[in-house]
């Protein structure tokens, strides 16, 4: 089975540009979230959906940043514009159910802001 | 409000035993456990859903005490593939996800 599919696995950009990360979550699965790590500040939940619906965006960092979930297989993650204190890497993760259940990684990407 | 693991970091050698605490300041109604080795997404290892309930998957073992709001996670006869960053995961009410510090965990041959 197909795991949770984030891209690119590496950004590297210059401050000021748009960001776009992107995510696609196991079939079926019906909660995303999306997650940023940091040495300094741990593995931090920026904003998870339910059925597509943001439900909590109050991790999100700034206005820089926003979240969309267009349809059941698709997320996106955009920061614009971006600043050199962006760089982590971002973690798309799903899950089934009410809650209970594990959460599902991707590879997550490494985006570096010069 | 971010749950505190201890110990922060721990090395061992194969075949030594850990235990690593996770403690939260709120009521806890699951915790998760998952390890995350160095460049890789964290894995999901095993959830605790009840005050009392323990796991086991192969000799990594955790417990969940519910009235202390604490978890622990052991780890038996250590293999060098148990290396990495164990984190806790916890749900201190709504289904808004917390991840513990982290414990850095290293095995030697």
């Known amino acids: 089975d197909a795991g949770v599919i984030q891209s690119p696995r590496h950004e590297v950009t210059e401050m000021g540009q748009e960001v776009t990360l992107r995510c696609k979550p196991i079939?079926?699965?019906?909660?995303l979230f999306w997650y940023r790590q940091t040495m300094m500040r741990g593995l931090e939940l920026l904003i998870y959906f339910n059925n597509n619906v943001p439900i909590d965006d109050s991790g999100m960092p700034e206005d820089r940043f926003s979240a969309k979930m267009p349809n059941a297989s698709f997320s996106t993650l955009k920061i614009q514009p971006s600043e050199p204190r962006d760089s982590a890497v971002y973690f798309c993760?799903?899950?089934?159910?009410?809650?209970?259940?594990?959460?599902?990684f991707g590879d997550g990407t490494r985006l570096s802001i010069l | 409000q971010q749950p505190v693991q201890s110990p922060q970091a721990v090395i061992l050698r194969e075949g030594e035993d850990a235990v690593i605490n996770c403690s939260s300041s709120?009521?806890?109604?699951?915790v998760h456990w998952y390890r995350q080795k160095h460049g890789e997404a964290p894995v999901f290892l095993m959830i605790l859903l009840k005050g009392g309930e323990q796991k086991g998957h192969d000799k990594i073992s955790a417990s969940f005490n519910e009235k202390k709001q604490q978890s622990s996670l052991y780890l038996t006869a250590s293999q060098l593939s148990y290396s990495g960053t164990y984190f806790c995961?916890?749900?201190?009410?709504?289904?808004?996800?917390?991840f513990g510090t982290g414990t850095r965990l290293k095995v030697l041959a």
């Open positions: 993760a799903s899950s089934y159910g009410q809650g209970y259940q594990p959460q599902h």
């Open positions: 079939s079926g699965h019906d909660y």
């Open positions: 709120k009521a806890l109604y699951s």
């Open positions: 995961g916890t749900r201190p009410g709504t289904y808004k996800y917390i």
